[in-house]
């Protein structure tokens, strides 16, 4: 197998949010970001650590060997900067599962160039700081809804009233989302004392409106 990818992270560990929490994943993590989130648990992983390239040969003998599924996540897999080489390790690679974790930037486009039998769950994160962000998350969920294999997951924000209406948008309107257990809320924090500070409404809020709980185990247990 040819090729080769530019990324700050390639490791074993195990996935810590979203459906597939707890399961043995090699994580790609890629440099470049078009957001700056001041919650990122990652950005300064970004802004210190630099890129390596990585055969795409050696990243198959791990999945192989570890039986491991696929993680990739940044960063944004989908700036121009990464957009082909994440295409190449989703459609060149075999794994049992795949996760993309993406703030939504290019995730369409992303979806239609990979290869649709392919075993990938792609989690979209939207990162809403104001009333552009707003609109536009929920022109990409309504444009997203009609892919099986997209999953919402969103850290809770109850001081950001443009994050908190576009949760309510969620709630109301994708019902087949929530139906079919795809939306996940998890707790704001950096560190494990926030995140179980801040577990409680997140708890209550999906409890009122049928959202998954995810509580951002690596965080919490330091495994990444």
């Given at each position: 197998?040819?090729?080769k990818?530019?990324?700050i ?6 996935q ?6 707890g399961?043995s994943?090699?994580?790609l ?6 957001r700056?989130?001041s919650?990122?648990?990652t950005?300064?992983?970004?802004r210190v ?6 055969n795409l040969t ?10 491991a599924g696929l993680?990739?996540?940044g960063?944004e897999p989908?700036v121009p900067?990464?957009?082909d080489?994440c295409v190449s ?5 075999q794994?049992p ?5 993406t703030n ?5 486009e992303l979806i239609?160039?990979?290869h649709?039998?392919?075993p990938?769950?792609?989690?979209y994160?939207?990162?809403?700081f104001?009333a552009?962000?707003?609109a536009q998350?929920?022109?990409?969920l309504?444009?997203l809804q ?6 919402i997951?969103?850290v809770?924000?109850?001081?950001n009233k443009y994050?908190?209406d576009?949760?309510y948008?969620v709630?109301?309107?994708a019902?087949?989302l929530?139906t ?5 809320l ?5 560190n494990r004392?926030d995140?179980i500070?801040?577990?409680?409404p997140?708890?209550d ?5 049928n959202?998954?709980?995810s509580s ?8 990444v």
């Amino acid at each position: 197998m040819e090729g080769k990818v530019k990324l700050i992270e390639n490791f074993v560990s195990w996935q810590g949010e979203g459906p597939d929490s707890g399961r043995s994943m090699i994580i790609l993590r890629f440099k470049t970001c078009n957001r700056k989130c001041s919650w990122c648990d990652t950005q300064v992983k970004m802004r210190v650590s630099a890129e390596a390239s990585y055969n795409l040969t050696d990243i198959q003998e791990t999945i192989f060997q570890r039986s491991a599924g696929l993680l990739i996540t940044g960063g944004e897999p989908t700036v121009p900067k990464h957009f082909d080489e994440c295409v190449s390790l989703l459609n060149d690679l075999q794994y049992p599962i795949a996760n993309v974790e993406t703030n939504g930037f290019k995730l369409s486009e992303l979806i239609k160039a990979v290869h649709s039998n392919k075993p990938i769950k792609f989690m979209y994160s939207p990162k809403i700081f104001g009333a552009n962000d707003e609109a536009q998350a929920k022109d990409t969920l309504e444009e997203l809804q009609q892919y099986q294999n997209v999953y919402i997951k969103m850290v809770y924000e109850p001081d950001n009233k443009y994050f908190m209406d576009f949760m309510y948008y969620v709630a109301d309107t994708a019902r087949e989302l929530i139906t079919n257990q795809r939306v996940w809320l998890m707790p704001m924090g950096t560190n494990r004392a926030d995140l179980i500070k801040n577990a409680g409404p997140v708890f209550d809020i999906c409890e009122r409106y049928n959202f998954n709980f995810s509580s951002r185990s690596h965080i919490i247990f330091g495994f990444v």
